[in-house]
């Protein structure tokens, strides 16, 4: 009995120490810095999630405001994109007024002049609007020793203005349409510079987030403490942390 005892004995003073022990290790564990294994870890986790500028920039060069989307950034490519439709949308406006105003003169001129205009080309417009019919042009031409230029009256080429005053307001037409025609070629030169623009600060805006990345700015980590540190600790926090 006296033996049973004693064994009790031990063998709680046994698992005692040995539960301290394990205590003590279980703290160290819990309150060392954070090993190398574990920030290879999270660089390998922050490379995974790097942007690649070259992306970003194909993207905005298809799209504007994509690649600053994808660089997290559609705060700035949005105007980017708005600009995309309002440029695109002044471009085919253009198109259209320039060839109301094409159709309107050329309509005006079979009134006025008697010219056929099914599939005739621009040039035989500009020489309708300079001369007063088809036999001054052709006189001009050949003075000019350019035959290859004359136009056959029997093939539906000839013309006669009824006034000098209609032959104004039709060249006056034709010109505006025109006019009209090359601003839509400015639009789409602004249409380039835009889809470039973007593309720029796409790579811009990518750079930052990987800077931003790098520096572990936005992160979050978990952080391990014990509770009640002291001989009989109540428990382990757990804290999910951000850095700003």
């Not at 001129?109 to 042009?137: C, L, M, P, R, W």
């Not at 203005?161 to 006056?172: H, I, L, T, Y």
């Not at 623009?197 to 796409?202: M, R």
Request: net charge neutral; glycine share 6%; aromatic share 14%.
């Amino acid at each position: 009995m006296v033996i049973s005892k004693i064994l009790c004995v031990v063998t709680f003073l046994f698992s005692f120490l040995t539960a301290q022990t394990d205590l003590y290790l279980l703290r160290s564990e819990l309150q060392k810095p954070v090993g190398p294994s574990f920030v290879k870890f999270q660089e390998a986790t922050q490379s995974s999630h790097r942007k690649s500028p070259a992306t970003a920039v194909i993207y905005s060069l298809l799209l504007p405001g994509m690649g600053e989307l994808y660089a997290d950034g559609f705060a700035q490519g949005r105007y980017s994109l708005i600009a995309e439709g309002g440029l695109w949308l002044t471009y085919f406006s253009f198109r259209q007024y320039g060839g109301w105003l094409r159709d309107d003169a050329r309509r005006f001129a079979a009134v006025h002049s008697g010219a056929q205009i099914d599939s005739k080309n621009d040039q035989f417009f500009v020489d309708v609007g300079n001369f007063n019919d088809t036999y001054e042009y052709n006189d001009k031409k050949l003075i000019d020793r350019s035959p290859e230029k004359v136009y056959d009256v029997n093939a539906g080429y000839y013309w006669r203005w009824d006034s000098d005053e209609n032959r104004s307001e039709f060249r006056a037409l034709r010109v505006s349409s025109e006019r009209v025609f090359n601003n839509s070629k400015f639009v789409i030169g602004a249409v380039i510079v835009n889809h470039l623009f973007s593309a720029i600060n796409a790579a811009r805006l990518t750079r930052l987030y990987n800077q931003q990345l790098e520096e572990g700015l936005g992160s979050w980590w978990l952080e391990s403490s014990l509770l009640n540190d002291g001989v009989k600790p109540d428990g382990i926090k757990l804290s999910l942390v951000h850095r700003f």
